[in-house]
């Protein structure tokens, strides 16, 4: 396993091996059962490309009231519990005590992407965002906190996690767009990404 550096993100390369990440597929596989993907919209209406679910004390969500954590599934039942082996993941690669209180699951089918964004819906920035990659390969970019600055980029690949905190914590990222296909981890393909974050 290779630990790289991008503009502040430590990006942990093969962190998953290929038995560990079909695991935590079958994990996330509980949490979508009990919490189906939705398709989220922008604060402006517009639909988002890729389709998202929580599990933990709180979810992220988002529509035309904007940005924020709930406590419920838009169907009405509250977001399951992380399962075991994705809050090992924080654990192994962060050492902190305090656990993720939400774990948002993103699901980029072919065509889809996430635009440049920081995650500042939380209300204390001294916690890290832990993200898991699985699946399709995925193109990560990462600027500053400006948005229009420098930003660099690296393919992430199925086992990838990264951990943003420190300078990083608040830095524009986003995904550009996957290589689906790539990966067969997941039978008709597609990429997951989980991130874990402290909300409260």
């Not at 962190?15 to 009990?34: H, N, T, Y």
């Not at 419920?72 to 993720?100: F, K, N, Y």
Request: with cysteine; proline share 6%.
């Amino acid at each position: 396993m290779a630990r790289l550096e991008l503009r502040g993100a430590g990006i942990f390369k093969g962190f998953l091996p290929p038995p560990e990440q079909a695991r935590i597929v079958e994990e996330v596989r509980q949490i979508l059962r009990a919490a189906p993907l939705f398709a989220p919209q922008t604060s402006l209406g517009r639909p988002m490309s890729v389709r998202m679910s929580s599990a933990g004390r709180f979810g992220w969500y988002s529509d035309r009231a904007g940005y924020r954590y709930v406590t419920h599934h838009p169907g009405g039942a509250a977001w399951p519990d992380i399962p075991a082996g994705i809050l090992r993941i924080w654990d192994e690669v962060t050492g902190l005590s305090r656990q993720p209180e939400c774990c948002l699951v993103n699901w980029y089918g072919e065509g889809a992407r996430m635009g440049l964004h920081q995650d500042r819906d939380e209300a204390d920035f001294s916690w890290p965002v832990v993200s898991v990659s699985l699946g399709d390969d995925g193109l990560f970019r990462i600027g500053s906190r400006t948005r229009g600055g420098k930003t660099e980029s690296v393919w992430l690949t199925s086992g990838d996690v990264v951990v943003m905190g420190g300078a990083a914590r608040l830095a524009y990222h986003g995904v550009d767009r996957i290589r689906f296909g790539s990966s067969r981890l997941l039978p008709a393909g597609g990429r997951i990404n989980l991130t874990l974050r402290v909300v409260t």
